[in-house]
């Protein structure tokens, strides 16, 4: 298969991104990650542990979080969203696990953190406006990327390009502002926001300004005292 690879970018041609499970001794991760990378394959990798243990419990979950679809992603949001991102750790990433199921385009799990009670931690809201989204990540916001890849391109969950179907249309005579409409992920996490939530008006009596270095919704403005805005439809 490498060799495969390799022909087809002899030829020209641009192979999608390949990933790899591979196993590691102890201390000897960074040279097994070197290896794969060297091959132009991303290494999923994993301690060696009694014939591929980790490597059958993580197959067996990721099994049943598909399994169940969308309930999956849901189940995952309601049992990570009591945790503290900033406890997210490389063998338990949990933050990632939650990104990854708010971004379901049908919006649902961003539907259920919305209107988890008790409301999740204020911290959320770090990674939640973080740029950690890459060229890579734009399929799954049903942005149709190119081939050449943008390397300076970060968005975040919360701040990220538009689809064709949500984009503003461009215009040769200007019709004034224009903003894109939001997907269900956006519409949901924007409750969080609304001043006549109680999930604001926590934020507001803890004088914090969520998002408020990123800017990603203007309807933040209303939840702050002496600050007037408008909301995006």
């Not at 997210?88 to 708010?102: E, N």
């Amino acid at each position: 298969m490498m060799d495969a690879l390799a022909a087809d970018r002899l030829l020209g041609e641009s192979p999608p991104e390949m990933f790899a499970f591979g196993s590691y001794s102890k201390g000897k991760e960074a040279e097994r990650a070197n290896e794969w990378r060297a091959k132009n394959v991303t290494p999923i990798l994993y301690p060696e542990h009694r014939y591929h243990t980790y490597l059958h419990k993580t197959l067996r979950a990721w099994a049943a979080t598909y399994r169940d679809g969308v309930r999956g992603k849901e189940r995952i949001v309601v049992e990570c969203a009591i945790g503290r991102p900033r406890a997210s750790t490389k063998q338990d990433d949990f933050v990632g696990r939650m990104l990854w199921a708010l971004s379901d385009s049908r919006g649902l799990p961003a539907k259920r953190f919305a209107e988890l009670d008790p409301v999740p931690s204020l911290d959320w809201l770090e990674p939640l406006s973080q740029d950690l989204y890459r060229h890579a990540d734009l399929g799954r916001f049903g942005v149709l990327a190119q081939t050449a890849v943008e390397q300076a391109l970060t968005f975040s969950l919360t701040r990220r390009p538009a689809s064709y179907r949500l984009a503003p249309w461009m215009a040769m005579v200007d019709s004034g502002h224009r903003a894109s409409r939001w997907d269900e992920v956006m519409h949901h996490l924007a409750r969080l926001a609304d001043p006549a939530s109680r999930r604001s008006q926590a934020v507001v009596m803890a004088g914090q300004a969520w998002w408020a270095t990123a800017r990603p919704i203007d309807v933040v403005d209303r939840a702050m005292p002496g600050r007037t805005g408008q909301a995006r439809t």
